[in-house]
């Protein structure tokens, strides 16, 4: 091993492996592989416990595969667009096809996420590898996988991890032009197009990637290399996925304008209260530990740039101005959604990809300042990371909501309440889309408040005024508020957080 494993490739080029460099780096990559594998299959139908957001994406997947509809079920045989939903067909069609071949239940659901959570993290190895070369490639790595977040959002039926695996591709394929002097072939071209629409197609938050191609192209695509042929391979095959999610996303009733301003205005803010979420927001990057952890990666990130700058080093490497880019916008974003730290997770993941060069470029420029520290600032690089990994491993193992949810038996639950239920009585389902999974093959209704100017069956609310569903289930803090509404329920059974209500006799 080289004394400063970094400085192997600061710039992407390719490998030239030995055998020596195999001997290690293979056994190394089978066992962290294994780990990972375990780890990502281990009670993967109770943790993450299954929820709204997740509720709704299986809802859709189960009505293309029962019905071929790209819709939501409000009561029997009566179905409404999914053009809101913020997850398209790269996601919601593999599920669907899963469910038409393995059956429709939360396992066959979540396999599919995790082939996509196991692309992804061979394709950021991959990636890492050939920027900072195999030590920093695989610290890198390591650095990812013990990063609690990632098994959050890729171990449920959600878009990140699927959109971030195409968008690995588009970073991929942009080193290897720059490699080659930007003298890029028709093929790699039409990959990198191709991967960029089904990016925005997976989630409309990717299209962030768009201005950031942009200026990275205008800033470090060489202007004699250009190429107007170049420009119209990459938009046509762009072109094809985004046509893809246009034709199944939204149906002839949706405005796709209207659907657009939901992507682009999630909370449904008005403009008068915006101000007031954007300031909370960036008050959570000074007092809120996770949201300071981000703001640290990212802004050790842009001064890293701005030392390469300073130093006359060429700091714009075309790959890593969009993943900076891109990573920035998305934080401006942020700030006037809710707030959830899911909204930046795109972000972390940028900067976990690049920071070996991060700490390498720290390490130079301290070394400049301190000569007779340079040795020891080459090995802090490698304890820092390698400290990194364990105390996420740490916090990963230890007080993540991931493990927490180890112990719930949400999902068994429900499983085993729908197995005895009988198929002749009818479930209106009240603001839970997740439970409409484990009803499958029973008649039921539905209302659901997706935002507070988004709601789904507000109309069949009056099935439940008339006590026409035999049973009502609901989360157990929605039913005092409903008690008195629905006069005509009375609870029966309490399943984890959700309370079944059956009809009163008459």
């Known amino acids: 091993m080289s004394k400063n494993f970094l400085v192997e490739r600061v710039l992407p080029t390719e490998q030239i492996e030995t055998d020596k460099k195999r001997n290690y780096e293979y056994p190394i990559l089978l066992l962290l592989f294994c780990i990972f594998l375990a780890f990502s299959f281990y009670k993967l139908t109770e943790s993450p416990k299954t929820w709204y957001d997740e509720g709704i994406l299986t809802q859709v997947a189960m009505n293309i595969a029962a019905e071929g ?30 469910f038409h071949y393995f059956g429709m239940n939360l396992f066959v659901a979540r396999f599919v996420t995790v082939i996509y ?36 959002h890729g171990r449920n039926v959600l878009g990140e991890i699927p959109g971030l695996f195409f968008l690995l591709i588009v970073l991929y394929q942009l080193s290897k032009i720059a490699q080659q002097n930007f003298t890029a072939s028709p093929y790699s071209i039409a990959i990198t197009g191709f991967a960029t629409g089904l990016a925005v197609s997976t989630k409309p938050i990717f299209m962030l990637l768009l201005p950031a191609l942009f200026v990275a192209y ?17 938009f046509i095959c762009f072109l094809i996925p985004v046509g893809i999610w246009v034709v199944t996303q939204f149906d002839n009733g949706d405005s796709i304008a209207s659907m657009l301003s939901i992507y682009s205005n999630p909370a449904g803010y008005s403009p008068a209260s915006l101000l007031h979420i954007i300031l909370g927001n960036v008050r959570r990057f000074f007092t809120e530990w996770k949201a300071i952890y981000m703001l640290v990666l990212w802004g050790a990130w842009v001064i890293s740039f701005g030392i390469r700058w300073a130093r006359g080093k060429k700091p714009f490497e075309i790959a890593e101005l969009v993943a900076i880019l891109f990573a920035t916008f998305v934080l401006a974003a942020y700030v006037r959604t809710e707030g959830w730290y899911r909204y930046f997770f795109l972000a972390e993941v940028m900067a976990f990809l690049y920071l070996p060069r991060l700490l390498h470029t720290w390490a130079i420029e301290l070394g400049r300042w301190i000569p007779s520290s340079t040795k020891f600032l ?4 490698y304890v820092f990371l390698v400290l990194l990994v364990l105390g996420q491993s740490y916090y990963l193992g230890a007080h993540s909501w991931i493990v927490a949810d180890f112990t719930r038996h949400r999902t068994e639950g429900l499983e085993n309440y729908f197995l005895h239920f009988d198929k002749s009585k009818s479930v209106f389902i009240y603001n839970v889309p997740e439970v409409a999974l484990f009803a499958n093959g029973v008649s039921y209704y539905q209302y659901l408040e997706v935002k507070q100017y988004l709601v789904v069956g507000q109309n069949e609310i009056r099935e439940l005024d008339d006590g026409r569903p035999d049973f009502l289930i609901l989360f157990a803090d929605e039913w005092e508020k ?12 309490v399943i984890d957080e959700y309370v079944i209500a059956a009809k009163k006799p008459a």
């Open 378 to 381: 080459q090995y802090a690089t």
């Open 69 to 98: 509809k790209y819709m939501i079920q409000i009561a029997p045989e009566k179905f409404v667009s999914a053009g809101f939903v913020s997850t398209g067909y790269p996601v919601i069609y593999p599920v669907g096809l899963a």
């Open 218 to 234: 205008l800033w470090s695509w060489p202007r004699e290399t250009r190429s107007i042929k170049k420009l119209v391979a990459f």
């Open 482 to 493: 409903t008690l008195a509404r629905f006069p005509r329920y009375q609870k029966q059974e």
């Open 117 to 152: 959570l196991l692309l992804f993290m061979t394709l950021f190895y991959i990636l890492a590898r050939r920027l900072h070369g195999v030590w920093g490639g695989i610290l890198a790595a390591s650095v990812m996988a013990s990063f609690a977040p990632l098994f959050g």
